[in-house]
Every structure is written in structure tokens, then in C-alpha cells.
């Protein structure tokens, strides 16, 4: 039994997705998140970049939260940092989020998927191993959405979606047609943490018979498995009151209060500004 906090941190309020399956699935933890809103969005900038933050916020949770374990709820950070986190962090348990090619491919009837993701997530060298490990009998049509990570952030505040419909609407009519008749894709991959934040809007563009596949609760089950197999698990607590959430924004933190009430159904949510410098990078 460990009472620890798990980090969990993407690069604005796009982890909260995956915080929401985390809590279903684990409700005695405690958490700890963290928007990297100050550096982000993550998708449309260098690799160096990304893994510096990822990087800093790690060390900033361990030292100054004890954290237990990290959930990277970014598929951008996962994919350009997590082989380096493992290797200098490998006393601790990491679960990183990526895009669900496989789900896909055995669910995929027509055989076609699409795949919504940020630029630097498929331009990455590990979304590209994958890809070519599962393409075949399966056609994956690729789509970069410049943007719409920051359209989703501003439209929490703003509460107008305009922009973020427009750009789901060229993204998706970029990669159509969508449907299950023969060469239409039926599946459509959520790969940036952003997206199930919209989902309805997405699914409006493509159309009620296309499944959208979204990683929360597979990171969540994984993240139990490494904890019960190291017995650090958070022991139930009386009447099964929830663990608690705490959230940290290295950005204007409204933002993130606001998303938090929105997503995961808290009354409440106090947001602490916490600047977090980027530390020099390490060889
Ligand atoms: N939420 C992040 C992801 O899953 C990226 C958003 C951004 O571009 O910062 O890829």
C-alpha cells in the first residue's frame, strides 16, 4: 500500500480525458495534474522542446509531490519522451498514451481508419514503427490537425466552438469518406488527448455509424496493473470517498479550472500557478 499521489501532466487540459477514465478506474488514489499550458501546445513544436518539459515536470512531481508513479496523458510527450524518461526514471512506474492502431485494426470492418493526431505525434519515429508494424491488411489515412488542440483550450474559456468545428471539418473532409460501406472509414483513432473533449463534434462530422476509439481506459487498466504489481495501490478508504485531484498550471490557471469542472464533474477545482523552468537538457 502506497498513499503517494500519481502525476499525471499533458501539455494543457487535453489529460484530463484521461484523468476522468483514471479516477473511474482507481478512485482511492490521489492525483496530481499538471497543464503545461505556459509551454504548449506540444504538437507543432521540435522534439527537444517536448522532452525538455516532459523532462522538468517529471523531476518538479517527484521533488516536490513524492509522486509514485506518472501517467505522460499526452501522446505528443509520449511519443518523443517516454523512451528517455524509462531509461532515468526506470525506478518508477511510467504509462504513456498512443494512439489506438491495433483496437482499431480489429475492430475496423470496412478496413479503413482514420487517425487524428498532432503533427509531431505522426511525424514521431514510435507512431511510425507502429504504423508499420500493423499496415497491411488495414489502411490507416493520417491526419495532422494543426490547431485544433488550441482551438479545444480557447473554446473552455470562450465557450464558443466555432473554430473548433471548422477545423473538424477539414480535417475529417481530408481523410473521408467516413461510413461502413466497402472503402469508407469506419474507425477513427483519437491520437491527441485533446479530441475526446469534443468528441460529440467529432462524431457529428463523421457520422453516428463511425466509432471513435479514445485510450483512456486502457492507460487507466495499465496503470492499475503496475501498481498492484508493486503493491503500491492506494488502500480503499472509508465509504468510498474518492481520493483527491489536485492541479497545477505552469499557464493561466482559470483555464484549467474551468476545464476540470467541465470534464470531471468537480463542483470545484483549485488551480495552483506553478512556473516550472525547462532544465538543461542532459546528453
Ligand atoms: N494533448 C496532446 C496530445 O495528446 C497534444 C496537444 C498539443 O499539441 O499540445 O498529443
Known amino acids: 500500500m502506497d498513499h503517494r499521489p500519481v502525476g499525471v501532466f499533458d501539455s494543457g487540459i487535453g489529460g484530463l480525458s484521461i484523468l476522468q477514465a483514471l479516477r473511474a478506474e482507481l478512485p482511492a488514489e490521489p492525483f496530481v495534474y499538471v497543464a503545461d499550458s505556459g509551454h504548449a501546445p506540444y504538437g507543432e513544436r521540435d522534439d527537444t522542446h517536448v522532452i525538455a518539459r516532459t523532462e522538468s515536470i517529471l523531476t518538479y512531481l517527484r521533488r516536490h509531490h513524492h509522486i509514485k508513479a506518472l501517467v505522460v496523458a499526452c501522446n505528443t510527450a509520449t511519443a518523443a519522451a517516454i523512451a528517455g524518461l524509462r531509461r532515468q526514471h526506470g525506478d518508477m512506474a511510467l504509462v504513456g498514451v498512443e494512439p489506438a492502431l491495433k483496437p482499431a485494426r480489429s475492430l475496423t470492418t470496412t478496413g479503413v481508419i482514420g487517425v487524428l493526431a498532432t503533427q509531431g505525434t505522426l511525424a514521431s519515429e514510435k507512431f511510425n514503427r507502429l504504423l508499420a508494424a500493423l499496415e497491411g491488411p488495414v489502411r490507416f489515412r493520417l491526419q495532422p490537425c ?60 463523421v457520422g453516428p455509424g463511425v466509432r471513435l476509439l479514445e485510450p483512456g481506459r486502457p492507460v487507466a487498466r495499465q496503470l492499475r496493473r503496475l501498481l498492484e504489481e508493486s503493491g503500491s495501490l492506494h488502500p480503499a478508504r472509508p465509504h468510498g470517498q474518492p481520493g483527491s485531484a489536485s492541479f497545477l498550471s505552469t499557464g493561466e490557471p482559470s483555464l484549467l479550472a474551468r476545464a476540470a469542472q467541465q470534464w470531471l464533474g468537480l463542483g470545484s477545482a483549485s488551480v495552483q500557478y506553478t512556473p516550472i523552468g525547462t532544465a538543461p537538457a542532459k546528453n
Open 146 to 205: 494543426n490547431g485544433l488542440a488550441e482551438a479545444i483550450e480557447q473554446a473552455t474559456v470562450t465557450t464558443d466552438n466555432e473554430k473548433t468545428i471548422a477545423l473538424i471539418d477539414r480535417y475529417t473532409t481530408g481523410i473521408g469518406p467516413f461510413g461502413t460501406k466497402p472503402g469508407e472509414i469506419d474507425t477513427v483513432v483519437l491520437g491527441c488527448t485533446h479530441y475526446p473533449l469534443v468528441a460529440d463534434i467529432i462524431q457529428a462530422a
